[in-house]
């Protein structure tokens, strides 16, 4: 079946403008997570969805990060005026329940700030 | 909090020998612990998990670990490489009690691994 997909694959914005980030998770899963990866480095969590229950925005950086997802399927992360650190592998992942269940990774989406 | 360790940066190997990937984690109470494997410019592919029972853990490709709870550890194994095998490896322990409302990853800073053929 079709897996975790992610749009665009690249972003390159400038510095101070806004972008958008979409995931699309594996149908019936019920938890979205959102990670960051910045060039050599982990993976760091960003928010965690987890049904109808508030989100955890725990690894969210800063006040110009935020995501919503409708339900259990689409999510969106926006960045609001970009800065050159916001520069990283963004990975969206769904699970069927949380808890324990493997989490499965999209592609990405490499966003480059100038 | 809830961590883990990867103490190298690259494993080099030769194709058909041995490999392994170090990890050693801190949690507090159970470990459920997971491997990663990032090609180029491609997302994180599931190897394999610890969640319960068996303390050696088979996954995909012929990859298997060992869960080994005196030496806080879970080491990535695999018979015989392959050049296919050159990628980035993490290793994952998840954070939050089960049920909670915390269950995000938690991952180590990556090996690369190098198959020489």
């Known amino acids: 079946g079709a897996g975790v997909s992610q749009s665009p694959s690249n972003k390159v914005t400038e510095k101070g403008k806004d972008v958008e980030l979409r995931c699309d998770p594996i149908s019936g899963h019920t938890a979205l997570y959102w990670y960051r990866q910045r060039l050599g480095q982990g993976l760091e969590f960003l928010i965690y969805?987890?049904?109808?229950?508030?989100?955890?925005k725990s690894g969210l950086p800063s006040d110009r990060f935020s995501a919503e997802r409708t339900g259990e399927s689409v999510s969106t992360l926006t960045i609001q005026r970009t800065q050159q650190e916001d520069s990283a592998v963004y990975l969206c992942?769904?699970?069927?329940?949380?808890?324990?269940?493997?989490?499965?990774f999209g592609p990405g989406t490499r966003l480059t700030v100038l | 909090a809830q961590s883990v360790a990867q103490p190298e940066d690259q494993v080099n190997v030769a194709e058909g020998n041995p490999l392994t990937v170090k990890c050693t984690y801190s949690?507090?109470?159970?470990?459920?612990l997971f491997w990663y494997v990032q090609y180029p410019n491609r997302g994180l592919q599931f190897l394999l998990k610890?969640?319960?029972?068996?303390?050696l853990v088979k996954g995909s490709y012929g990859f298997e670990a060992e869960f080994n709870k005196s030496q806080t550890s879970f080491h990535l194994k695999k018979p015989s490489a392959l050049v296919s095998d050159s990628a980035l490896y993490f290793c994952?322990?998840?954070?939050?009690?089960?049920?909670?409302?915390?269950?995000?990853?938690?991952f180590g800073t990556g090996t690369l691994l190098a198959v020489q053929p």
């Open positions: 949690v507090s109470g159970n470990p459920y």
């Open positions: 994952a322990v998840r954070d939050g009690v089960y049920g909670g409302a915390t269950n995000k990853l938690i």
């Open positions: 992942a769904s699970s069927l329940l949380a808890g324990t269940d493997t989490q499965y």
């Open positions: 969805f987890q049904g109808n229950s508030a989100p955890d």
């Open positions: 610890y969640i319960t029972g068996d303390n």
